[in-house]
């Protein structure tokens, strides 16, 4: 029974490329996030009475706070249905480095969420009445923390994973560890809506992207890993 | 070669299971045929290393199995009550992915492999969820097949199988164990061997 | 006296924050010794299922 | 090195009786403690020239908020060592260090709240520090939650202390928060590298308040996880002896 | 055999209590749109410069896409657990009116998801810098939008659970029709925090109210009804 | 009595029952025990009402199942591969809040049953969910009991359970029959009930 091993390369490939063809399959699950993106970025002009100056002030909340919650709201199927059909054990026992293949779903989660977002947020910024030019700054700001974001609501997913429900619980530890994202964030969009240099904000994102891209996996498998006891 | 030493488990605050002694080795299959409750599943996930055993040793080729255990995982394949399939791909979809997590297989042998557990005539289209139950047992024992895993835990491996279904199973144990594969099965029914080396265990106070 | 409870006018403020942190230890060490009486209740239950079976 | 006390904290029956034995000394010296710094505070200090008598409230809020952190820091310490080890003793300290801990912070927000209003003319501002601390809170709760949630016991400890760990980078947010972000709140005038910037006839009731708070927490931490130890035990001899002397 | 038959309201009932005690169980299930609003109302300030006028304009908008959001992630669990594990079945097979029995598991959704929403709503309001005279306004277009989103919800449910690869689409559709709620709703807030007359507003927020609890029901049952097939 | 005249089911685009016809009268236990895929739960899902026939008729005592619905659904039970049990709910209120859908029945009388299933040792206070998989088919069983349902509609009832389990089960469906009950049983294993009125039937074309 000597048969050749397949990479951990290969096996996280393997995931990432099922869950798209699952996510494919079924659109409606991650388009729910987009939806809801969209909707409040509609929503804000509507609640408030339509004038640009002020618009535009509130646009980088807006679209930051909104980022978030889609991610949150979109997180909670992260593990959820692996672990309920069996395929997490099966992870686990295939001998493959388990961090890699949480990895390989997280990072499907931000192909699925935060891109999107990322490359529709600038649109919603100027439709709230950012100038055209900020588009690239926001789009590079919102990038880099959608990735922030999915590595650190990885881990409170993996924690939440044993808890039936746990949507508000997932919320409640994922903020706390995403409020630095949000703040540089927020600063970053309204530096580059207002025409001003971002990149201090945007290399302080990128620092925080390359420690949770090293960190997280790590807790996240851990995490999930003791959910399977 | 697996050795279970005077393992202890718990549930909740139940000591369910008070020192477990066996060892099985290459070709041997061994049966639990024990009531409802008393803790198969419970057995057969700590030896996957699902559950921490505060008390009690297992070994597998004479090293512990928490040295080195993506070396043991590599060795084990497990079929739990839930089958581990994907109801939005086709059973052809399940078993690529599954075997891309271990070793290649080729479309051809992954094709052929269906045959054999007689999904032949189903429309290679349809997504495993509109399976029959007993259907879905059979993908998950063609998966099976194809991991070259030498230790087997299966449990409850003839659920919802018709008996052509079940002299499948024993067919594929009897070539696994020829192999030189091991298993360990939960099962109510005893699954009958012939020419096998098969310890059937009744009880749980039992000594094997 | 009624100087010193006065705080310069800033009496209010003063005693308020004063009770809440005294009343925060209070409560602490209420509910250990609470979790202290739930754990011997707890064992004692856990004994006796043991001993039945 | 000499790992015989590990071993020896790592034992049920020794912790329990340790724990026992000094918890009600520490709460004494705590109480006693506690007496002079409020007679310090309210009594023996002087009237601030800027704050009048309000800044009185520095002695109950800088040692909640003080522990607050420190009891986090704990918290996680304890349960990275319960994790790693597979020490059922760490993991029971860490559970009951989030209870206290979650007391202390929200005294402090709430001591800093009540304070904020005669020196900044407002209950709440949205701060950094402000947040921040109570974003702590949060972390405290969802910690306690997340214990609450998960049922089988082991399980509930090692993934409670995968959160403990990941949370603590909450820790240095709070502190630094001041000097990272431009705040209304005080800067640090008692932790910083050229010694405190306060008079000593003010400094010394804040510190012994600390003192009387730290050990305060001591002593709770060990009542609970006594009780904590006792409910991770499956049954056993001294379990049994335990209950029976309890009984009396 | 001639057996007593429970009445459809005490049957009704039960599936309330049952799912009341199972909230109670998990209490991460209630507690989940009380955190959100604690999140969104948090979150928003922090990714704005504190400025108290600004906060206030924000508060009808970031209301409203708090319960939106809440109520989505509700209503993805509204009829799943019960689909997954049969019970819906057995509800169709107890023999009493399946409508009433979807309409008490929209009720419980209801609250416990609007019922804290439209209670904890005016005191976020407060926190964003809304006068305290707004709170009663800010409640009642609360508790009416909310019971409006959670009938919309229940229809949009039972949507999803259809597993043919539209439905889950389809659940987009009912995504818009929240729309008109939104609006109205945030409007009414924006009125009562300024102070001025809402009823306006707040009568078609009910008249909202009153169309889908008689409408929503009937088609949440057809869609559940399906899906079963 | 139920009657099922030329009934023609469809999953997806293949024509899986071809016309099905069969009597069952009052003290009749019918047992299907066709192979793997071949529509056993497809039929007893269309004659519980969840699937739509387009060609044949279902009657029961004497109408036509679909002029009331309602009527016909009080007489049914159903039980699936699934168990309709809340793993967050104890066994016991399990019981009570599915039996407050039908008709009152008393705590004692709830309690009795679940003893009667064997499940009188657990902790009353354990969550369904950390039950056994057998063990969370007796509470099923129990439940079955309780509604006295005329006709009850089982798919692989004797999942799961051990022996002592798979005689519980013989026995209820023999007091069922005996007050009159109907069942029809899909199965791979046959069960054995003496004195009954008890039809196998091996395959789909077969006429019984
Ligand atoms: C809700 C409002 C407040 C919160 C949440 C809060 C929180 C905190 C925290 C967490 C610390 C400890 C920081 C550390 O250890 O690094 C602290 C320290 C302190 N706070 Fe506040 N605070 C608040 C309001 C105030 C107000 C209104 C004042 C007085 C004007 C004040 C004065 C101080 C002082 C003097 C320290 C000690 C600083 C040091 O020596 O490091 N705080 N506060
Ligand atoms: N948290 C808990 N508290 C108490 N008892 C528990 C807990 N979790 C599980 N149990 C008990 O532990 C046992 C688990 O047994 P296990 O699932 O291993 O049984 P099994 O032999 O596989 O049974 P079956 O044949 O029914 O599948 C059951 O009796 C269950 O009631
Ligand atoms: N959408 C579909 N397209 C094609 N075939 C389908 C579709 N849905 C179900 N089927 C087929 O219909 C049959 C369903 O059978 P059913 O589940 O009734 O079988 P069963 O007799 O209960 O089998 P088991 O013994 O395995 O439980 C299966 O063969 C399945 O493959
Ligand atoms: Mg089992
Ligand atoms: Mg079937």
Redesign the interface.
Known sequence: MNVMRNSAAAAATAILQRDLLLAYRRPGEWLQPLAFFAIVTVLFPLALDPEAARLRQLAPAALWVSLLLASLLALDFLYREDARDGTLEQYVLSGQPFTALLLAKTATHWLLTGLPLALFGPLAAISLGAPPQAAPGIFVALLLGSVTLSLLGSIGAGLTLGVRRGGALLSLLVLPLAMPVLVFGARATALAIAGDDASGALYLLAAMGVLSLTLAPLAAAAAVRISLE | MLEVSNLHLWRGDRHLLRGVNFTLFSGQVLQLLWPNGTGKTTLLRAIAGFLHAEEGELRWQGRRIDADRDAFHWDVAYLGHETALKGDLTAFENLRYACAMRSPVTAERLRVTLVDVGLAHSDPAQPVRSFSAGQQRRVALARLSLWNAKLWLLDEPAANLDSAGQQLLASLLLAHVRRGGMAILATHHAIALPDADCRQWQLPQEVV | MSE?LD????GA??W???A??IG??V???W???R??R???Q???R??A??EQ? | MNWVWFHRFGSPPYFYRFAGRWAPWFLGIAVLLLLVGLYGGLVAAPVDYFQSDAYRIIYVHVPSAYLSLMTYTWMAIAAAVGLIWRIKIAHAVAASCAPAGATFTAVSLITGMIWGQPTWGTYWAWDPRIVSQLFVLFFFLGYIGLRGAIEDRDRADRASAVLAIVGVVNVPIVHFSVDWWNSLHQAPTLLRSDGPSMPMSMAWPLLVMIAAYTFYFLAIMLMRARAEVMRRERGGAWLREVLAREAT
């Open positions: 010193f705080m310069s006018g800033y403020y003063v308020s924050a004063y809440i942190a925060g230890l409560l602490n060490v509910m250990a010794r979790q202290q739930r754990a011997v707890e064992a004692r856990r004994l299922m043991q079976s």
